[in-house]
């Protein structure tokens, strides 16, 4: 186990008696969660947990979508992980075999369009794709509108992205930019932005002023808007953007499998929900939540979707990988 992982296992207490999934009073457990999510989300569940699950002792380990699927996977023999929380359809795809099939009670609040069709996964949250822009950081330039705004050559080494390989944020992105911009269009990004080794480095670059842009999601960026840096704006390209949604797993062969369940329909719950659309920005994917009455985002209505086919993505993960990387070489 590497130190940054060693560092970022955490150990809480957390419960057990979930009323509104319609769980009895039983025993607790111990759950393992291995997640993407940054801290204030992390926290923002462990408050929740507190109050509903309190007899349950839950670990999270942290690190990057591709990467905790990747361990879960190494794992496969004997898993260390109950659930896993949480990633994009394009990216979880290529794990399914790692997975056990839940319907959660309170998936009736999510529509059918947001559970995989075996049941495999349930979207917890929507996540819009921004470009995430410090204004003291333009050097004169006009502050750009649309994606193909960012292949002017003068953006050249200031736009920061994730690694697609080990982020989900970015390969979202950045399938999805292939789609709207073309080969051509994609490869001169390539040729422009800096890599970064995972998403969360993007946006302490960009709230740092070390870039300019950053190519992320809009839960993500906010945050720092949210924190008074008056210089930091989201912008949503004109010319369409990309949504998907993050969800949630439940390891195959889990070793507190049971105590997992009442930890996924937790995350699932409308308090949960509204809990991490206050905290940490997060677009319920429940139906019964009106997110402007939390938080000053925009209406999704509002917001011009430029439509990618998850499928193809998932389906076309290792290829495009591969894509990503010679362009970036040639």
Known sequence: MSKRIARSIVLISAGLAFASAGHAQQPGGNVVVYTSNNAEAVQTVIDVARKQLPQVKIGTVTGGSATMLKRIEAEAAAPQADVFWSSSPNTLGAFKAYYTPYESPEAKAIPRELQEAGKLWTACNIHVAVMMV??????????????????????????????PSGSSTAYTIL????????PEGLKTLARSVVVSRNASAVLKAVAQGEYAIGLTFESNAYAYV??????????YPTDGTFVTEESVVLVKNAPNAAAARRLYDMLLAKETQIALLESAFRRPSRNDIDVSKHVALPDLKSIKVFPVDDKEAQDKRTEFLAQWQAMQTN
């Not at 399938?175 to 073309?182: A, E, I, M, N, Q």
């Not at 949210?226 to 912008?235: D, S």
């Open 175 to 182: 399938w999805g930019l292939g789609k709207l911009l073309g």
């Open 226 to 235: 949210a924190g008074g840096q008056k210089e930091i704006r989201l912008v």
């Open 134 to 163: 410090n204004r003291n950081q333009l050097g004169g330039l006009p502050e750009p509108r649309t994606w193909k705004d960012l292949l002017d050559p003068r953006w050249k080494g200031k736009i920061i992205v994730a690694d």
